[in-house]
């Protein structure tokens, strides 16, 4: 549920049931199912944590949860994130800009205090 794998099982149509249109739907490695967008790689590094997915050769979907991905990692992402037929709060995603601004907000204190980047090491005194 925490990853959105809530697509309608079979035999119903993998059709989403907020907005109508037709999503590729994947099992997952714990048997529920879940509408991808079609057609939609994007680099995971611009995808909200729990939005990852990615599917094996065997066309099972799962969801890499709160990993990084590796650099050049390239992702699907849910139907739901994408679904014109929900809402902001209801797709979950207005986390992602929240926690975006938190990480800005992070960073910005990080240059305040004069660090130069992720890289930079805590001051140990
Ligand atoms: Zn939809």
Known sequence: MMEGATGPEPPAPPECPDCGLSAERHVTYYGTHVLLEPDMPVPAHTVPVWHRW??????????SREDEPAPGAVCRVPHRIACPGLSPEETGL?????AVRA???????????????????????
């Open 54 to 63: 990615y599917v094996d050769s065997n066309g099972t979907a799962w969801n």
């Open 94 to 98: 207005w986390r992602w800009p929240a």
């Open 103 to 125: 990480e800005n907000a992070r960073r910005a204190c990080d240059k305040a205090a004069g660090k130069t980047g992720p890289a930079a090491l805590p001051d140990a005194g």
